[in-house]
């Protein structure tokens, strides 16, 4: 039986050209890194009205060396600085993949962009919530850092503010260029 589960995910991405500085900060802070070089590959889809690209709602399936999965975050709310998310993951078959995509597109979904990228995954779990620090690789789009708060509970969403602005604000010192759009969209963009 697939495994599902839903969390709420706060996060903002940033262009960074100080990134070992980053991590070496981070690791004083005592983030612990928990992933290293993964590859993903995820394949993003949208409604045939593109409405999923236009209010930033997500369809995917990522596929790893370890894992499967079928995501799908419904539209942001937060405010401009922010936005949060709720993320439902269902785990599928390591060689599910290709019935994932077929039970998707014959939902009348199209495939939209793939984006492959390489992680490495600095953790610390403060009252309950799990901070994450995300290198990312982008193929054709280049380094980025993306700080995310991940919740199983429910929060107020000026709770939320607080806690991501001060968990950002730890990283000024970085030469952080914050990136608004979806690692989907920067591809694409990039793309054409």
Same mark, same amino acid.
């Given at each position: 039986?697939?495994?599902?589960?839903?969390?709420?995910?706060?996060?903002?991405?940033?262009?960074?050209?100080?990134?070992?500085?980053?991590?070496?900060?981070?690791?004083?802070?005592?983030?612990?890194?928990?992933? &290293?070089? @993964?590859?993903?590959?995820?394949? #993003?889809? /949208?409604?045939?009205? =593109?409405?999923?690209? +236009?209010?930033? !709602?997500?369809?995917?399936?990522?596929?790893?060396?370890?894992?499967? &999965?079928? @995501?799908?975050?419904?539209?942001? #709310?937060? /405010?401009?600085?922010? =936005?949060?998310?709720? +993320?439902?993951? !269902?785990?599928?078959?390591?060689?599910?993949?290709?019935?994932?995509?077929?039970?998707?597109?014959?939902?009348?979904?199209?495939?939209?962009?793939?984006?492959?990228?390489?992680?490495?995954?600095?953790?610390?779990?403060?009252?309950?919530?799990?901070?994450?620090?995300?290198?990312?690789?982008?193929?054709?789009?280049?380094?980025?850092?993306?700080?995310?708060?991940?919740?199983?509970?429910?929060?107020?969403?000026?709770?939320?503010?607080?806690?991501?602005?001060?968990?950002?604000?730890?990283?000024?010192?970085?030469?952080?260029?914050?990136?608004?759009?979806?690692?989907?969209?920067?591809?694409?963009?990039?793309?054409?």
């Amino acid at each position: 039986m697939p495994e599902t589960h839903a969390v709420v995910e706060t996060e903002k991405k940033f262009r960074c050209d100080t990134m070992d500085e980053l991590i070496d900060h981070a690791i004083c802070l005592g983030f612990m890194k928990v992933q &290293e070089n @993964t590859k993903e590959h995820d394949m #993003y889809f /949208t409604d045939k009205e =593109y409405t999923f690209i +236009e209010q930033k !709602i997500c369809l995917r399936i990522r596929q790893t060396d370890t894992h499967c &999965e079928i @995501t799908h975050k419904w539209q942001s #709310y937060g /405010t401009g600085a922010f =936005y949060s998310k709720v +993320e439902n993951n !269902i785990q599928i078959a390591q060689d599910g993949q290709k019935n994932a995509i077929a039970l998707i597109e014959s939902l009348w979904f199209i495939r939209y962009i793939d984006v492959k990228k390489t992680r490495d995954l600095y953790r610390k779990d403060i009252d309950g919530l799990a901070y994450h620090i995300a290198i990312d690789y982008i193929e054709g789009a280049w380094y980025f850092v993306e700080f995310e708060i991940l919740s199983q509970r429910t929060m107020k969403e000026d709770q939320i503010k607080i806690f991501f602005e001060s968990f950002v604000d730890l990283f000024t010192d970085f030469d952080l260029q914050e990136e608004v759009l979806p690692y989907r969209d920067i591809v694409k963009k990039m793309s054409i």
